[in-house]
């Protein structure tokens, strides 16, 4: 019984790790400029909100 517990179990974590590849195979992927630039914009705003209190 545990052995085809182990077996649907690890043929789900498959299964899933499949489906998921599908459903983001066509996203797009930002450039890393604009992640940097994105990420300094949010660490500005971070650091604005701790300067204020």
């Not at 179990?9 to 499949?18: D, E, K, L, P, S």
């Not at 630039?37 to 909100?49: F, G, H, R, V």
């Amino acid at each position: 019984m545990g052995f085809w517990l182990i077996l649907l179990v690890v043929f789900a974590v498959v299964i899933g790790n499949i489906m998921l590849l599908k459903h983001t195979a066509h996203m797009k992927m930002p450039s890393r400029k604009q992640r940097h630039s994105e990420d300094d914009k949010a660490n500005d705003s971070w650091d604005d909100e701790d300067d204020a209190t």
